[in-house]
C-alpha cells in the first residue's frame, strides 16, 4: 500500500453566489480531523474500499500527527492517561510511560498514517461545512487550502479547540494570570504562587496534585462535591457511563464528556491526596475581585493565579451553516449519525468520546456511509 501512487480527485469548476468556484475538488467522503476518531475512520474507510485522496480526504489543522494528544502539557506522561486504545490494525508497543503522552503518541499517529498511507492534509483548517451550490445533493466543504465537494462528512474534530471556560462577576478584574487546562504548562511556572484550581475533574485533580509541591498555596473549588469512585473500572461501568451520554445525544442535548459521567478513579495518588489535603475542596466562589475570590458569605482566598480545568465542548461551529442543532444546543445523533442529516457523521462525540469509542464509532460510520453512498443518487 505504501508508495501506491493514485488517481487525483476529480476537479470540475461549480458556481456560486460570488461567481465561478474554480478548482472544487470532488471525493466521495471528507473526513475532518486526524486525532483518533478521524484516523479511525480513515482506517475504515480504506479497508472498505475508499481509496485515499482519490475517494476521501482527512484535512486536519494541527501542524503535526497526533490529533490533541500534541498538544498535552508534558507532565502528562503516557503513564498517567486513563487508559489509551491503540487505533484499529497497528498496537502501540513499548511506550516508556515516562515520556510526555505527547510524545509517545505523536509518534505512534505519525507512523499510523505512513503504515497506512493516509496522505493526511495538515495544516487544513475548515471554516465552514455548507449544502453545495449543484441539485446532486453534495456538501460543500471551506477551507483555508480551498474547496472540497463531497457526497459524505465524518467529523472527527474532537474538543480541544473549544475549551469551556465559564463566566463569573468580577472576572475581568482580577489582578492575577487567568488560563485554562488547554494552556497548562506544567507545575514549574507555579512556583511560590497561590493558586485555586476550579473544576472536580481528572483534569483539575491531576493538575492541583502537580502544583501543590511548589505553589505556596493551592486551593480547590468545585460546582458540585466530586465523585470518586472505589473499585476497578469494569465493562459494564463502562457502558452506563456511555449510556448515559448516548441518551443525552438522543435527546438533543449537548453531550457530556464519557470521562466526565465515570467519577474519579480512587487510585493510591489520590488517597494521598486527600489524606494530605491536598484535595479539600471547597463550594464554588461567587465572584472573582482584583485580588482572589470571594463567597456569598463574606469568606473569601486572595490568590495570583486561577485555573480553570472546567472542561470543553465539541469543535463543531464549522457545521452551523446545516443547521444541525436542535433547541437544547446539541446535535441528535442516532449512532454516529445526524438524525437532521444522513450525510454527515460525528465520530468522537458524545459517547464516543474515548479513545475505544472513536475506534468503534469510525468502524459504524463507515458502515453507514458505504450503505449511503450505494443507494441510487436520487436517493441520497
Ligand atoms: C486532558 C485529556 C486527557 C484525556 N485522556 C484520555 C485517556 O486517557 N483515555 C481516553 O480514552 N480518552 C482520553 N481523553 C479523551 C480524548 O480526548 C479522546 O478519547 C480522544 O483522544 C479524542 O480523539 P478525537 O479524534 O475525537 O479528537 P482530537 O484528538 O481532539 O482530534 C481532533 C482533530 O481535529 C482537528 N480539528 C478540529 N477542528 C478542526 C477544523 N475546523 N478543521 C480542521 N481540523 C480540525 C484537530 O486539529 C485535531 O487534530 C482525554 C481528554 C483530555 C482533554
Redo the contacts with the bound molecule.
Keep these: 500500500m505504501v508508495g501506491k501512487i493514485l488517481a487525483p480527485p476529480p476537479v470540475s469548476r461549480s458556481v456560486n453566489e460570488t461567481g465561478v468556484r474554480e478548482g472544487l475538488r470532488e471525493v466521495d467522503v471528507v473526513v ?8 479511525s475512520s480513515a482506517y475504515h474507510l480504506q479497508r472498505t474500499g475508499f481509496v485515499p485522496e482519490r475517494d476521501f480526504v482527512v ?4 501542524p503535526h500527527p ?4 500534541q498538544f ?1 502539557w508534558p507532565s ?1 506522561t503516557y503513564g498517567k ?5 491503540a487505533l484499529p490494525g497497528m498496537e502501540l508497543t513499548d511506550a516508556d510511560p515516562a515520556r510526555p503522552s505527547a510524545q509517545v503518541i505523536g509518534e505512534y499517529f505519525a507512523a499510523y498514517e505512513r503504515a497506512f498511507d493516509l496522505k493526511v492534509h495538515r495544516p ?4 465552514a461545512v455548507r449544502e453545495g451550490d449543484g441539485e446532486d445533493g453534495r456538501l460543500l466543504v471551506e ?1 483555508s487550502d480551498g474547496d472540497w465537494s463531497t457526497r459524505a462528512l465524518i467529523n ?6 473549544r475549551p469551556f471556560w465559564p463566566r463569573y462577576p468580577g472576572q475581568e478584574t482580577f489582578r492575577g494570570r487567568q488560563l485554562h ?1 488547554a494552556q497548562y504548562p506544567g507545575p514549574e511556572e507555579f512556583a511560590g504562587l497561590r493558586v485555586i484550581v476550579v473544576g472536580g475533574g ?2 483539575g485533580t491531576q493538575h492541583l496534585m502537580e502544583i501543590a509541591p511548589y505553589a505556596a498555596e493551592t486551593t480547590w473549588v468545585t460546582r458540585r462535591p466530586p465523585v470518586f469512585r472505589e473499585g476497578p473500572f469494569t465493562e459494564e461501568f463502562g457502558r452506563e457511563a456511555v449510556a448515559l451520554v448516548e441518551e443525552r445525544v438522543r435527546q438533543g442535548l449537548p453531550p457530556k ?1 464519557v ?1 466526565s459521567v465515570t467519577g474519579l478513579p480512587l487510585n493510591d495518588a489520590i488517597r494521598q491526596a486527600l489524606a494530605d489535603g491536598v484535595l479539600d475542596r471547597r463550594p464554588m466562589f461567587d465572584r472573582i475581585t482584583p485580588d482572589g475570590v470571594e463567597w456569598a458569605d463574606g469568606q473569601r482566598v486572595d490568590a495570583d493565579v486561577i485555573l480553570w480545568a472546567t472542561g ?1 465542548r465539541a ?1 463543531i461551529d ?1 457545521l452551523a451553516p446545516l443547521r444541525l442543532r436542535e433547541p437544547g444546543g446539541g446535535i441528535r445523533v442516532e449512532g454516529t449519525r445526524a438524525v437532521a442529516d444522513p450525510r454527515v457523521h460525528l ?2 462525540y458524545g459517547p464516543s ?6 475506534n468503534r464509532a469510525g468502524r459504524s460510520a463507515v458502515r453507514d456511509i458505504r450503505r449511503l453512498l450505494d443507494q441510487e443518487p436520487a436517493a441520497v
Design positions: 475532518i480531523g486526524a486525532g483518533q476518531a478521524g484516523l484535512l486536519d489543522h494541527a497526533g490529533g490533541a494528544w498535552r502528562l492517561v486513563h487508559g489509551m486504545h487544513v483548517d475548515v471554516r477551507t472527527a474534530t474532537g474538543t480541544w479547540d487546562t481528572a483534569s464528556s470521562v470543553f469543535a464549522h465520530v468522537g468520546a474515548s479513545t475505544i469509542g472513536a
